[in-house]
């Protein structure tokens, strides 16, 4: 029909410039494998500017939470709690130790996990919380933090999306998503908001777990205690697989980390940008809604359509006009892999989400005439 419109992508990875620059500098340190001057650089980076107490970088989300199973010491018959709506690896890293998961619903108005649903489903067995930030929004760390003192579980941040974003405290403190948790996950991938291709980073705010999280990190080995001097000689004294990227992802990495100031605030005005014109339109969908103790980081922006149909309708209609957008999340609960072992309780909001939710294009370079355009469509 209008096939003669530009594409607009879904998703377009945003460069800094500097990533090569870093790149060559990795050469001439003649230092490829992990653990070198970049991979310091980027761990304090997270230490410094979010308060996080140990970072240790890693190739992946998803490996940054397989760790934090190891390092919790899950297994077989351990419960964990989890949303239903998030992305496989929040459920995967802990069913690989054998974990039985138990689902949590959505709120009503934010994907989000609904906290006052936690308490009931706590058990003997429940050894650990993990709240999703979807789109970046913190979940309520205050009450998570407390049901987990009071019930003495563990807390893991699926932080993937929420790089830069915050829980404001009922007191005004202010704590950097990742830094509140037991244990916490970013993810670099080139999706999110700054990017090292494939890349990720665990969190670590437990002092208990700072020696064992190296020695996992490095196959089991306390080859990282040898190489600061620590001890004379380094072997094999636990678990672990390699969980530790390349310099050439930190330096990469690095780059964007610099940048980090400008892209947020640029992601923030493309998000702002969405939600003025398209305000006045909610008859046939609704808006993100961001909780009074959460920040806003311009992770994504997400329309929320009426009907499963009216999704189908709008879906149809960008891709006529050359536009990705996309949705996600089929509920896990649900899943090919899982249903059999969910409870059957029904997980309404989680539901709604998987059905109804629509991602639209948003990047660094995004124009105000492709979002005018986006949002023309939506009219
Ligand atoms: C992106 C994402 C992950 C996985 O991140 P990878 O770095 O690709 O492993 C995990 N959880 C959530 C919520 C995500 O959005």
């Not at 992770?299 to 009907?307: K, T």
Request: hydrophobic share 40%.
């Amino acid at each position: 029909m209008e096939e003669n419109l530009k594409p607009i992508p879904f998703n377009k990875p945003y460069l800094t410039g500097k990533e090569e620059l870093n790149i060559k500098q990795v050469f001439q340190n003649n230092h490829l494998s992990g653990n070198g001057e970049f991979t310091k650089k980027c761990q304090n980076f997270f230490e410094t500017k979010f308060g996080i107490k140990k970072a240790l970088m890693t190739t992946s989300c998803t490996d940054a939470l397989e760790m934090a199973a190891i390092l919790i010491d899950i297994k077989p018959g351990d419960e964990v709690i989890m949303p239903s709506y998030t992305f496989v690896s929040t459920a995967n890293a802990f069913i690989l130790r054998g974990a039985k998961i138990v689902f949590v619903d959505s709120k009503k108005n934010v994907p989000g996990m609904d906290e006052e649903q936690i308490e009931n489903l706590i058990t003997k067995k429940t050894k650990a919380i993990v709240p999703v930030h979807y789109a970046g929004v913190a979940c309520n760390m205050e009450k998570i933090m407390s049901l987990a003192q009071d019930y003495n579980l563990y807390v893991i941040e699926d932080a993937a999306q929420a790089f830069d974003s915050y829980y404001i405290f009922e007191n005004g403190e202010k704590k950097a998503l990742g830094s509140i948790g037991h244990l916490s996950a970013f993810s670099f991938h080139e999706t999110k908001n700054i990017i090292s291709g494939e890349g990720g980073l665990l969190g670590i705010n437990d002092k208990r777990f700072f020696d064992r999280a190296e020695v996992i990190w490095e196959k089991g080995t306390n080859r990282s205690a040898f190489f600061r001097g620590e001890i004379n000689k380094y072997g094999w004294v636990d678990i672990g697989s390699s969980f530790l990227p390349s310099e050439i992802i930190s330096a990469f990495l690095f780059a964007q980390l610099l940048e980090y100031e400008n892209i947020q605030a640029k992601r923030l005005l493309i998000w702002n940008n969405y939600r003025e014109l398209l305000s006045g339109f909610n008859e046939e969908f609704s808006f993100p809604e961001i909780p009074s103790f959460a920040t806003n980081n311009a992770h994504m922006f997400y329309i929320v359509a009426n009907s499963p149909e009216y999704r189908s309708k709008i879906l149809k209609k960008f891709k006529t006009n050359n536009i990705k957008a996309v949705f996600h999340y089929l509920s896990l609960h649900k899943s090919d892999f899982y249903n059999k072992n969910h409870d059957g309780r029904k997980l309404e909001n989680a539901d709604k989400y998987s059905n109804r939710l629509i991602r639209l294009p948003f990047y660094y370079e995004l124009s105000n005439a492709d979002q005018n355009r986006i949002t023309d469509i939506l009219k």
